[in-house]
């Protein structure tokens, strides 16, 4: 079946512009996490949506950083006023109810390059 | 210091031979240990699971975890070209259900 997928695949910015990166998570999941990877903190969490519940934003570095979840499926990441500091690969990922034992499955990521 | 240490490489090997990688960790509070190899531009894949000290195997992998020094590995056998990748580890700690803390990951090339 589809795995987890995002769009878009690469992403050049001028700073101080917002963007907006997507994830599509695999059908029937209920759990949904974004991460951060760059060179030099390597894979950091930034977000977890599950169900209904409150998503645990405790991750997200500065409140130019928000998502959302719309309707269970499909989330959002929007990054406003865009520094260099935020260029990233920044990854989703997927899990059937969001459990320590689960696998969680990630897409192949957005790469984000603020000039 | 972070919560967990990875040494990042690179790491070459030739072709059949015995791979050794490596995390160390300070927070006693993990208990479950994970293994994700990530090959170029693309998402990390769940290679191994473990909750418990001790090894754990699966073909030519085997992870092994020792809480006492807080310390996990991940052995390769007879390695193949097609290992060449970035292996990550991750951890959770018990009173989170999903919150994966990675280490930063070790490049590994095996050359044919």
């Known amino acids: 079946g589809a795995g987890v997928s995002q769009s878009p695949s690469n992403k050049v910015t001028e700073k101080g512009k917002d963007v907006e990166l997507r994830c599509d998570p695999i059908s029937g999941h209920t759990a949904l996490y974004w991460y951060r990877q760059s060179l030099g903190q390597g894979l950091e969490f930034l977000i977890y949506?599950?169900?209904?519940?409150?998503?645990?934003k405790s991750g997200l570095p500065s409140d130019r950083f928000s998502a959302e979840r719309t309707g269970g499926s499909v989330s959002t990441l929007t990054i406003q006023r865009t520094q260099q500091e935020d260029s990233a690969v920044y990854l989703c990922a997927s899990s059937p109810y969001g459990g320590r034992q689960e696998t969680q499955y990630f897409g192949p990521g957005t790469r984000l390059l603020v000039l | 210091q972070k919560e967990v240490e990875q040494d990042p490489g690179p790491l070459s090997v030739p072709e059949g031979a015995i791979v050794s990688l490596n995390c160390t960790y300070s927070n006693s509070a993990f208990q479950y240990f994970m293994w994700y190899r990530q090959y170029s531009r693309k998402g990390p894949e769940l290679l191994m699971y473990t909750y418990s000290s001790g090894n754990k195997e699966d073909g030519r992998f085997t992870a092994q975890v020792d809480k006492s020094s807080k310390y996990i590995s991940l052995f390769i056998r007879d390695s193949q070209p097609s290992d060449s990748a970035t292996y990550l580890c991750a951890m959770i700690s018990g009173g989170s259900n999903y919150k994966l803390t990675f280490g930063k990951g070790t490049l590994l090339t095996v050359n044919p």
């Open positions: 949506f599950q169900g209904n519940s409150a998503p645990d």
